[in-house]
């Protein structure tokens, strides 16, 4: 996700101290693993609480393409409750999570919460923060995959995306983007004309009953 908003520094980085916060614990079937994901309802989180049908969308292309993901160097971005990249490190990926700073604690929580029995095959996900457009240098662009899910409903963090998406990509990675098609957040206009700009874009699977679009990107 692009970078919080200045004025969010107020809250707490606890959502315990809302009353009126809560939290849930569901169990998702996907890509032939059973990932339990705590949500945590807050102020302070907003959009990463939940698990989006776009991340479910994202880890069931895994299983109908077959991906191979074993021993692969994967990021995600935006990863909210972490899902994707717990489902892709369960399958034998490298992964790194990342987000903004407030989401972090929710997203090392589902990791510890999902760690297999015989161990992580590749290695637990790492996790660390992530600002679009500000901090995305300080990473590699040595990646195989970069993963991300419901990413793309802010106009002004289009170009803050596009040039972090760019960097992660420069070395050969190949970028899988699920979303759904709300006309009110420019997600048609961000992948007809702004990823375009920089990156060859093919939809790769399109759910008509849910609106959601999942694309492969590479960098020209």
């Known amino acids: 996700m692009m970078n919080a908003d200045p004025e969010l520094s107020m809250f707490p980085a606890d959502c315990r101290l809302f009353e009126d916060s809560f939290s849930e614990e569901n169990t998702y079937r996907v890509s032939g693993q059973n990932i339990t994901i705590r949500q945590i309802y807050c ?7 939940s698990v989006w049908d776009s991340a479910l969308d994202l880890c069931q292309f895994f299983e109908n393409e077959s991906l191979d993901l074993r021993g692969k160097r994967v990021i995600e971005l935006g990863a909210g409750t972490g899902l994707v990249g717990i489902v892709a490190a369960r399958l034998g990926a490298r992964v790194t999570l990342t987000d903004v700073p ?3 604690a929710q997203i090392q929580s589902n990791v510890e919460r999902n760690t297999p029995l015989s161990g992580w095959p590749s290695g637990a996900p790492a996790v660390f923060p992530l600002s679009w457009g500000r901090d995305h240098n300080s990473f590699s662009s040595g990646w195989e995959f970069v993963l991300g899910a419901d990413i793309v409903y802010m106009p002004e963090s289009f170009p803050l995306l596009l040039d972090t998406l760019a960097h992660l990509c420069k070395d050969g990675a190949v970028a899988f983007l699920a979303s759904p098609m709300r006309r009110e957040h420019g997600a048609q206009d961000f992948y007809n004309t702004v990823l375009p700009k920089m990156f060859t874009v093919e939809l790769v699977q399109r759910d008509p009953d849910s609106n959601i ?6 960098l020209r």
């Open 43 to 49: 102020a302070n989180l907003g959009v990463s609480a």
């Open 102 to 104: 407030l989401a972090l």
């Open 213 to 218: 679009n999942i694309y492969k990107a590479t």
